[in-house]
Structures are given as C-alpha cells and as structure tokens.
C-alpha cells in the first residue's frame, strides 16, 4: 500500500489504538478535499437540489461508521478510501434526483463525468495558458459545447486522469491508487490524454498542432 504523508499516518495509528481525538482529526483534515472534489463532480442538474457541504457531512459520517474496517485492512491510502465513499454518494444522488426523472438523461448527455460547467472550463483553461498554445485565440472562442466534445472524445480512462490531476489536484500516488494502476503509468496515461486533448481542442478552434 502507497503510504499517506506522515501527519495522516500518525492519525491512522492513533485512531486504531483508541484515540478518540485522532479518529476525529483523521476525518476532519480531508473536509475542504472532499468538499473540492464534490464541487467539482458536481453535475449541473444536481447543483440546484444538493449543497456539497452536506454531501461532505453525510460522507464524513459513512466514513466514521466504516473507519474500523477501514483500520483494520487499510487497503488503499486513506484519502483515496474516503473520496470513494463520496463519489458512491454522488452516484446515488445522481441516481435519486437526476436518472430516476429524466431516463433519456444519459443520451442526451453522454459524458459520464458529470462536471459542472466551471470545472470544464477551469479544465480547459489550464491547457490553453501553459504557454504551448496561442492561449489569448482560444480563450477568445471558448465554449461548453467545443469543451464538452474534445472530452468525449477522450477515451474514459485519458479523461479521469486529467481530472484527477487537474482539477482535484491528486497527487500521482493517489491518482494510481484510484485508478488501481502504477504510478509509472499514471506519467504515461496523463501524457498521453494532454497530447491527445491539445490535439482535439487545436481541431476544434482551427489551430494547427505540433
């Protein structure tokens, strides 16, 4: 197993031996994380009905209920443990509030990902000012539907590292947790989904790609 930094180790150990104060500080420092990754799966249907500080509560609360066998196996790293339990938890909001009303939904919209507007264009503005693109043009001509589609395009798996990366800001070792894979992979799948997508939107705008 990959291993957290050291503060959330000595957390872990000390919430297995009893620790009422480190079990609670355990949960309690991967908040605004939890909150960050909500807010950025957030699919826009959801946003009006569901408030992501309440998704993080009920998560933090599953978690406290599921901590000891988490302590007892510890299978993964701990925050890739806990953002599991929130993306199940956006799943069945997803299910009781969105599919359950609207079962033509997924065909309408086929991107599996569910981000909100603001993270697909926080996402695509990160490409555009590297510096390796004409980023002024395309910040010009930006558009959902152009943002949506170059994504799509991207097989599932180059697309969920990028968001991974990019948006939620995991770090490599917990990307590969995530996605079960090793972290010389997690280099190659997110070289590959940048090439891929630079090479998408440059098509999109009418730019010509190295």
């Keep these: 197993m990959t291993r957290d930094n050291p503060d959330t ?3 872990i150990e000390g919430a297995r031996l009893g620790d009422a104060s480190a079990r609670s500080s355990l949960l309690q420092r991967h908040r605004q994380r939890l909150r960050q990754m909500i807010s950025v799966r957030l699919d826009r249907r959801l946003a009006a009905r569901v408030d992501p500080s309440d998704v ?3 998560v933090l609360l599953e978690a406290d209920q599921k901590l000891e066998d988490y302590l007892r196996d510890q299978p993964v790293p701990f925050y890739p443990w806990l953002r599991q339990i929130a993306k199940d938890r956006l799943i069945e909001l997803y ?7 609207r079962r033509t939904v997924l ?5 599996a990902l569910g981000l909100s507007e603001e993270s697909l264009h926080q996402l695509f503005r990160r490409f555009v000012a590297s510096g ?10 930006e ?8 994504l799509e395009q991207l097989s599932e798996r180059d697309r969920e590292v990028l968001v991974l990366r990019h948006l939620e800001r995991l770090s490599t070792a917990e990307i590969a947790a995530v ?6 992979a997690v280099f190659t799948r997110q070289l590959r989904a940048l090439r891929r997508l630079g090479k998408l939107l440059g098509k999109h705008l ?3 790609q190295q």
């Design 179 to 184: 996605l079960g894979i090793k972290e010389g």
């Design 107 to 111: 065909r309408e919209e086929p991107l």
């Design 206 to 208: 009418g730019e010509d």
């Design 56 to 58: 993080v509560q009920d």
């Design 9 to 11: 180790d000595h957390l």
């Design 143 to 150: 558009s959902s539907d152009q943002i949506r589609d170059a």
């Design 95 to 101: 299910r009781k509030h969105v599919r359950a009303q």
């Design 132 to 141: 390796t693109s004409p980023s002024g043009r395309l910040l010009r001509k």
